[in-house]
């Protein structure tokens, strides 16, 4: 990971540390998809001794869940990803966890299977050793602010002109992240924001993901796939890349993922 990134997280870490007082910080690191938020978590839990960190990607609801919230709901609830697919409960459990953690405890940290769509059993879940020092949380929409009435009643993409368009998923979405997203949001007590150059190069990105899962080269339909999952996001990528966020230090990135500019946001 670009040490201009490394640094600027160091940066947040300290911010948090600060506003935390005498308390273990949390830090969120947002961006979009394939922006490197996970890879940058890693390797700054791997150079600093105590970081714990996991991802909004290991709190996502069972399948099930979800086939229940799209018959219930919404159709495109099926999909995992946007607010209203995640088990919030599990993601602050956790970082209670964690905050309470002492000098000899094991806390289990949450992850989820993408391949098989569902949680990871409680058996095979990674375990943190011991009291951190920090714990990092990084996530696509960690921060978003959301959106006026007049905003939701616009399509951003076909997916929401073609399959919402009573705006029921794109309502229902809003009213998640208004409520209990914003609430989860307030734990973080600092947030780095990794900028992307344009919406249109993070379906660049997320195929070089899949590439990396499937082990091979994506072919048409693979990206024609890829590219109606990204629209699942793209209102609020959009929606955070105008400023629609909260953030103490965005990165700027180009399109190969190198830091071009460090801005810290004012209080």
Same mark, same amino acid.
């Given at each position: 990971m670009n040490a201009d990134a490394?640094?600027?997280l160091d940066q947040v870490v300290a911010i948090a540390r600060e506003r935390a007082g005498g308390r273990v910080p949390v830090v969120g690191v947002a961006g979009p998809q394939g922006s490197g938020k996970t890879t940058l978590v890693a390797a700054y839990a791997a150079a600093h001794r105590g970081a714990a960190h996991f991802s909004i990607d290991d709190v996502y609801l069972p399948a099930s869940y979800r086939r229940l919230l799209a018959q219930s709901v919404h159709p495109l609830f099926a999909t995992r990803g946007p607010p209203g697919t995640h088990n919030l409960l599990q993601l602050n459990e956790t970082l209670d966890e964690l905050l309470e953690a002492a000098v000899g405890a094991q806390s289990f940290l949450p992850a989820f299977d993408k391949v098989t769509d569902n949680p990871v059993h409680?058996?095979?879940?990674?375990?943190?050793?011991?009291? /951190? #020092?920090?714990?990092?949380?990084d996530g696509w929409c960690l921060g978003a602010a959301p959106q006026t009435p007049e905003q939701l009643a616009i399509p951003v993409n076909d997916l929401e002109t073609k399959e919402d368009a009573g705006s029921v998923w794109r309502r229902e979405i809003n009213e998640n992240l208004a409520g209990a997203y914003q609430h989860?949001?307030?734990?973080?007590?600092?947030?780095?924001?990794?900028?992307? /150059? #344009?919406?249109?190069i993070i379906q660049d990105w997320r195929c070089e993901q899949e590439e990396g899962l499937l082990g091979r080269a994506l072919n048409d339909a693979d990206r024609q796939r890829v590219s109606r999952f990204i629209a699942h996001f793209e209102r609020i990528t959009r929606h955070m890349m105008a400023g629609g966020r909260r953030a103490d230090i965005e990165v700027q990135l180009d399109a190969r993922r190198n830091v071009t500019e460090v801005r810290h946001i004012a209080a």
């Open positions: 490394l640094s600027a409680a058996t095979r879940r990674p375990v943190f050793r011991g009291k /951190p #020092s920090v714990i990092l949380l989860t949001f307030t734990r973080l007590d600092a947030i780095l924001y990794l900028r992307a /150059p #344009s919406f249109e």
